[in-house]
C-alpha cells in the first residue's frame, strides 16, 4: 500500500459481497466507500476523491460495464471489474471498457487486495521512475507523454484521455524506443506477474492505445507488431523537461 491510505469505493449491489469486501479492505488499511447502483456511484464520485474504483458488472439499472466506458471517458481513476463470469472474452471485455483489471467471482479477498496493491504500486512506481531519471516529460512526433501528470497531449495540446493501463504501456514504450519488446516483457515492466495479468491483454492495450495516437490504427507505424515477437515503439523520443503550466 502507498504510505496514505487509499480511498476506495465498491460499487456492488449485493449486501453480502459488499459487506465482505468492505471489511477486509478497511481492515487492511483502506478507507472504504460503497455504493448500490450507477448514480449512488456517480454521487459518490462527484463528493469524494477515489483512488480506485471496485465496480461489479451486474448491477441494478446501467450495467458495469457502461457505467466504466462512462467513467474512463471523464477520468483515469482506476478501475477493477468484477464479474461471475471468468472466460477470457469477458475479461477482454472488460478490458476493452476501460478497465485495469479484471476479477471472477467468487473470489479470495486477499487477492483482491493484491490486485489493488499492484495497481496503485503501478502508479506510485511510474512516478517514482520518471523522478529518478529526471525527466517528467518526453516527446514523440508532436505527442507528449508527461509522467509527474500523468497525462498524454497530442499535437494540438489536447489532453487525450487515457487509463492507468494505457498509460503504463504506452510509457514503457516511449522509454525504449526502437527496441522489439516481447507481450511477456512488456507484462512484466507493467502489470507484474502477480495480479493474474495473460498477454492476450497487452494486445487489446495495444489497440487502444493505437486508436488514439495513429493516424490510421489499422495500419500502425508508431506501434509496430513484430511478427512473433511482440511490439516496437518506432518514433524518436526526446526528453522535454517538465510540462508548461496552462
Known sequence: ??????NILIV???????????????????????????????????????DLLILDVMLPGEDGLSLCRKVRAESQTPI???????????????????????LAKPFNPRELLARINAVLRRQAAALTVSAANGAT??????????????????????RVAMTSAEFDLLRTFCERPGRVLSRESLLDFTQGRNAGSFERSIDVLVSRIRRKIETDPQDATMIKTVR??????????????PAKDG
Not at 80 to 102: C, H, Q
Not at 137 to 158: H, K, S, T, Y
Request: hydrophobic share 45%; net charge negative; glycine share 10%.
Open 137 to 158: 516529460v518526453l516527446a514523440f512526433q508532436g505527442w507528449r507523454i508527461d509522467f509527474r501528470q500523468r497525462e498524454l497531449r497530442n499535437p494540438a495540446g489536447a
Open 1 to 6: 500500500m502507498a504510505m496514505a491510505a487509499p
Open 80 to 102: 477493477i471489474m468484477l464479474t461471475a463470469r471468468g472466460e477470457d472474452v469477458d475479461r477482454i471485455l472488460g478490458l476493452e471498457m476501460g478497465a485495469d483489471d479484471y
Open 12 to 50: 456492488e449491489d449485493d449486501r453480502e459481497t459488499r459487506t465482505l469486501i468492505a471489511k477486509y479492505l478497511g481492515a487492511n488499511g483502506c478507507n472504504v466507500m460503497t455504493a448500490t447502483d450507477g448514480q449512488a456511484m456517480v454521487r459518490a464520485l462527484a463528493d469524494h476523491r477515489v
Open 228 to 241: 512473433s515477437g511482440g511490439y516496437m515503439f518506432t518514433p524518436n523520443v526526446d526528453a522535454v523537461g
